[in-house]
């Protein structure tokens, strides 16, 4: 049977263009917790419109039949070869915090890379639940299929208002006395198929500081493949790499040990960085106080 051709869509190549040219930029000005990609707008996400916690049946059945639906299009993407997985390495660094909350922290390049963890570690979780900190627009207005993953599948929006917020930390601190996991991108933004680390926020790390509970560090790098997308750019095959989780201070103030687990998440993200792409990490940054001060360029 001859093998499908791709059919170059100028739309999606034209959009591509213009992601891979925001992305130059913003990295030239600092910019690397702003999104590329044009999101529909955020509406407040108000208390009485979420349940970060699903314990009613219906809202159980809900998640149950929106993680089968999501678990069935992101296979038939591997399938398509659309989604390509080629290892998970460092498995048995999961098995470190299988019995007990934690923090899980990824880069965010793309809307498959949520589905690259979980596939890796489902079976690993047992009865224990993934869940995945989203942004509050990505839950309250965002269309279609992936707007229905937003809401249905064990994720926690962030929010504006308050007293929703409220609800998201008491909920945070439920879920990691519960032994569930918790997915954070502390790089904050989505930059599609951005191979670099970027500086990283304090929040993932602080919410491991007050529960005393481990960060478990995930970075995902990429290497082109033979095949081209409909944006005329090669599809990535993808490695994951499960590293040793970091476990907070008891001796340290919730400031101080959040600090210490940022810095070592993101040397530890580095590292693996340079390791795989034969390169050191640097940016194209004019300022570079805007990056990690263990990635600025050094002035002579």
Known sequence: MAKKEVVIDENQVNYRKTINEKIKNFELEGKFDVDVADNPETKVLEPDQIEYIKKGFFSKLKTSISLKLAINFYESEIKKGKLIIDDVVGLDNFDEVSDKGAIITCNHFSVYDNYIIHRAIRKKLGKKTLYKVIREGNYTNFPGFYGMLFRNCNTLPLSSNVKTMQKFLKAIDEILKNGDKILIYPEQAMWDNYRKPRPLKIGAFKFASKALTPVLPMFITMQDSDKKGEDGEFIQRHTLHILPPIYP??????????????????????????????TNLTYTTIDQSKVPEICRVKKS
């Open 249 to 278: 201070d008891k001796n340290l103030s919730v400031n101080d040990n959040a600090k210490m687990l940022l810095e070592k998440n993101f040397e530890m993200w580095k590292n693996i960085y340079e390791e795989t792409y034969k």
